[in-house]
């Protein structure tokens, strides 16, 4: 009866200790591959490892490509300094737009660069007053305006430094249009849904001073 019980246990032992040992292995690989569970490397390519055209000179705007700002750079614009502190460089069908997070103090906004049929540029600002559901809304009613949803999909996402609380490697996106000048963008990380305000802007309206050259 002891050989018995003391066979068991060390069986138990064994299954666990494999159990722990396949559980740490997949983690380091999605780790070392930035991949989700659920992936492999031959279904899925992490952000990072796609290409897409970032080096046109059309990016440029004063000597600087707007789609390789770096972290630590300053942006100002109309005479606010923000220090750029996160990137997230989005990837669908070999369709490539960036997101800088901006930060002065405890206020933060997101810079938006795209290849639009021409170099695009916007400010967006989170709305934290509008709870949506995922999927969203055809139209969302926001300050009296109504936006009617043009666009919808799913990316894959590379992130570097701070991006607050967007987590994971791929997002579904959902883009709406207003009345006026200004668009909403809902994106759905995970079980959080995010969603931001903003308008295209003129990229003279940028000030960008590299980060190496900013002294503290």
Known sequence: MVSVIFIMA?????????SFFLFFTARKNEQNNQLPPGYNNNTFTPAR???????NDAYNVGGVNLMQLKIGD?????????????KLTYWEDGYTWITYMLVD???????????????????WDEIRDL???????????YQGERFRMVEGGDARVNQEGKTGN?????TRYFEYDGEGDSSISVEVWGNSVEVSIGKVIN????????GDLVEF
Do not use: C
């Not at 300053?74 to 996160?86: A, P």
């Not at 709870?131 to 009613?141: Q, T």
């Not at 967007?166 to 791929?170: A, D, E």
């Not at 990229?203 to 590299?210: G, K, R, S, T, Y």
């Open 49 to 55: 490892q796609l290409t897409g055209s970032q080096n």
């Open 131 to 141: 709870p949506l559901n995922n999927p969203p809304p055809e139209f969302i009613d």
């Open 10 to 18: 060390i069986l138990m032992l064994g299954f666990t200790g494999m």
């Open 203 to 210: 990229p003279a309206e940028l000030d960008i001073l590299p």
């Open 166 to 170: 967007k987590t994971g490697l791929q």
């Open 74 to 86: 300053i942006v100002s614009h109309f005479g606010t300094d923000y220090m750029l502190e996160g």
């Open 105 to 123: 103090g405890p206020n933060k906004r997101w810079l938006a660069v795209e290849d639009d049929d021409g170099l695009e540029v916007s400010l």
